[in-house]
């Protein structure tokens, strides 16, 4: 149903035009600026130490302000403007809210009358996306839309989601009988579950009702056994559902997108819903290793209006695990395609990052 939305041309033309840029961005711009960047360190003769060493160095760099400015602005044209994702579908709404409004297999969606959203939540158009993904009907299917340019280099993000949902099969133990994944969006990172574990209870878990409303469409389309999937309408450090009864906790991209004291909610949530031994893993973007990349990702929460990237980045996991009752913490890169993390890999990446801890049993 969904699929049959039609793009038009003019729309088609607009938003390849923005990923082959962020191609370009990321392929050639990023390791370009690098090079500037190593020459200006070589050339003041010192070793930046901290991003703000990178800041100072690239502070009057023209290449460095292009690169920021191209990514907020390439940005800024995949929702806004004529051919931008929001404005182009809200002017051809109907056919989506047909679709989104259609019959769904009973128990399915879960929503909840007058649900209070959090106010970091709400403060800020996450993404650039005018509205959030959250305040417009359509806000899930558009942002289901721009979600396929958002990392340019994975061609399919469905196998992302298949890659990740691997690294929880092997360390779970035991079977998997119901599965939690917190922050679900548009149900993308559900879909390997319920889709290739017929035996497996799968429930997303969103603030945003028009993102669970694609999330439950879809699934009834790829046909799902009724009672077998929810999407469930709540904040993921209090989801209501009963305590102990899952085997694995998961998220794919939501830690970023709260702030710390929420993020130790989580936890907290997780712990209370996973069985003894069960499995809590999460998927998102940490980066310590390297001053010019966390430059260029600091400058990246700032300019796509993701502002708890930072806070993430610098927050004590281990303590807030610990503190969560939470063990085993494990901090792992995750390779989100084949090669990239090679030492060869010279494009711009997110830094992608496993973040696996256990109940204990
Ligand atoms: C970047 S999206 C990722 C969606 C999905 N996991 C994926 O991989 O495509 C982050 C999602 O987290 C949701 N979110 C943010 N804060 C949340 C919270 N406190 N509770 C539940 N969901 C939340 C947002 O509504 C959004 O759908």
């Not at 711009?29 to 200006?40: G, K, N, T, V």
């Not at 879909?191 to 209870?201: A, G, Q, S, V």
């Not at 998927?283 to 708890?308: M, V």
Request: glycine letters at 8%; proline letters at 6%.
């Amino acid at each position: 149903m969904l699929d049959q939305i039609p793009a038009h041309r003019s729309l088609a033309a607009h938003q390849s035009f923005i990923l082959d840029c962020k191609l370009q961005w990321t392929r050639q711009l990023f390791p370009a600026l690098r090079q500037r960047y190593q020459a200006s360190a070589d050339a003041a003769d010192r070793t930046p130490e901290c991003r703000e060493d990178v800041g100072t160095l690239l502070a009057q760099d023209v290449d460095a302000q292009f690169f920021g400015w191209f990514e907020r602005h390439l940005q800024r044209m995949k929702y806004s403007g004529l051919e931008g994702l929001a404005e182009y579908y809200a002017r051809h709404r109907e056919p989506i809210r047909q679709a989104l409004s259609a019959d769904l297999p009973e128990g399915l969606l879960h929503l909840e009358a007058a649900f209070r959203h959090p106010d970091y939540y709400t403060s800020i158009d996450i993404h650039q996306h005018p509205g959030g993904v959250w305040s417009d009907e359509i806000a899930g299917f558009v942002y289901e839309r721009g979600a396929q340019s958002t990392a340019p280099m994975l061609k399919n993000s469905l196998s992302l989601w298949q890659r990740f949902k691997v690294q929880a099969l092997q360390r779970v133990q035991g079977p998997v009988g119901r599965v939690v994944d917190l922050g679900c969006g548009f149900g993308g990172s559900s879909r390997p579950w319920y889709l290739e574990h017929p035996d497996t209870e799968l429930i997303g878990i969103d603030l945003s009702e028009p993102c669970l409303r694609v999330a439950a469409r879809r699934a009834a389309d790829a046909g799902v056994a009724a009672g077998r999937v929810q999407f469930r309408q709540a904040d993921a450090m209090a989801t209501g559902l009963p305590a102990a009864t899952c085997d694995i906790v998961t998220s794919t991209m939501m830690l970023h997108e709260m702030p710390p004291s929420h993020i130790r909610g989580v936890l907290a949530e997780a712990h209370r819903l996973l069985k003894p031994g069960g499995l809590a893993i999460h998927l998102d973007f940490l980066l310590h290793d390297d001053p010019f990349k966390e430059y260029i990702h600091y400058g990246h929460s700032q300019r796509n209006n993701e502002p708890f990237m930072v806070p993430l980045n610098e927050m004590d996991m281990a303590g807030a695990h610990r503190d969560a009752g939470l063990v085993d913490l494990e901090i792992l890169p995750f390779e989100e395609f084949d090669g990239a993390l090679s030492p060869s890999m010279d494009a711009w990446r997110f830094p992608w990052t496993m973040i696996i801890a256990r109940k204990p049993a």
